[in-house]
């Protein structure tokens, strides 16, 4: 399971630049969609609500079904073919939702979209390939930060590109991934030589397949069940944040967007700077484990804090937290042969697809219960529940890792 010759840093940056636009892609229409839908449905702000939350989900649910496959292929065709057809698919997916003339249009747009930067997947995969094991926690933690990156620029870009014209944004976002692919013909070499791919099995490059491969090492599954508790975590800052710092302390959409913001920059400082040397020191098990105390800590804050100014201070610590997500995925990579990373990936970003349809419906529901006069729950709620599910993946690591200290 030695890593394949280190590729040129050109090839690198490629796969960084990859990961980031198909955040920023995401995250650049964030502001205009709504407007969009609202035109296609005359203006029906209740009916645009519905259409935008059915996009959310068909979107995390073509991650769900189609990463493993996505991962599979790339085990047996290897990262750069697949790369360079996702990003060339994002890009005709995005131009060809900026020219969509109906609702249905915009919905073949966003579940192609889903399937198309499912590439996240190879891109990790080819981290994998080309980075020794000790080492690719601080790999992983830099695709992080380009996530982190992605969700900063995108949605401030997006913002702007709309004001000028609603359907610019779908046209720039396009643009890029097809002159990224571009870029990619040209530097890009394969990391997955053909004699470390394995076989192809449409019993395995499937969701339920897929979740076969965590029963293959000791300690995998129980891995997974830590990184699901940890991206359903992650869902209470998209779906809860706007309404519970807006109803608890009053802040308007300046406010928010600069917290918001903060949080993007001190989670890709800590991914993309702080996770590889704090992995080198105290091992990927320990990182994991001091990752999750600072997200329970953190979300316990931002729950607890009857002032805006008290939640602020919670913010390094939920940075902290992102150290999580790179650690344990490094702790999985390193138990899996070279034939089966695509595979691993792809099973973990369908773990996130999971969250991504259950994580919404889960923290607003909670949310609603706690805010208005007729609130049941306190005020906070949805982060206490997020704290919980942290010190639940607390307590699993202590389980499962236990036996595999030498992996730390």
Known sequence: MT???TPRR???????????????????????????????????????????GLFGTLFAAMQFLFSP??????DRFGRRPILLVSCFGLGVDYLLMAVAPSLGWLVVGRIVSGITAASFTTASAYIADVTPAEKRAGAFGMLGAAFGLGFIVGPAAGGLLGGIEPRLP??????????NACYGL?????SLPADRRGAFSWRRANPLGAFALLRGAPGLLGLGGIVWLYYLAHEVLNNTFVIYVNDRYGWGPESVGLTLAGVGVCSTVVQGGLVGRVVKRLGARRTMMVGLVAGAAGFTTFGASP????LLCGIPLVALWGMVGPSAQSMMS???AATEQGLLQGTLVSIRGIT?????????????????????LPQGSPFMLAAVLLVAALALAFVVTRPQRAMA
């Open 334 to 336: 390193a138990q899996v």
């Open 10 to 52: 050109a090839a690198l940056a490629f796969v960084f630049v990859t990961a980031l636009l198909d955040v920023l892609a995401l995250g650049i229409v964030i502001p205009v969609l709504p407007d969009l839908v609202k035109g296609f449905v005359g203006g029906d702000n209740a009916r645009a609500a519905h259409m935008v």
């Open 186 to 190: 040209f530097v890009l070499p394969e």
């Open 69 to 74: 496959l996505i991962g599979a292929l790339s």
């Open 356 to 376: 991504g349809m259950i994580g919404p419906l889960l923290f607003t529901s909670v949310l609603a219960d706690s805010v208005g006069p007729f609130a049941m």
């Open 170 to 179: 779908f046209w720039v976002a396009g643009g890029l991934s097809l002159l």
């Open 3 to 5: 890593a394949s010759p």
């Open 307 to 310: 002032v805006g100014a008290g």
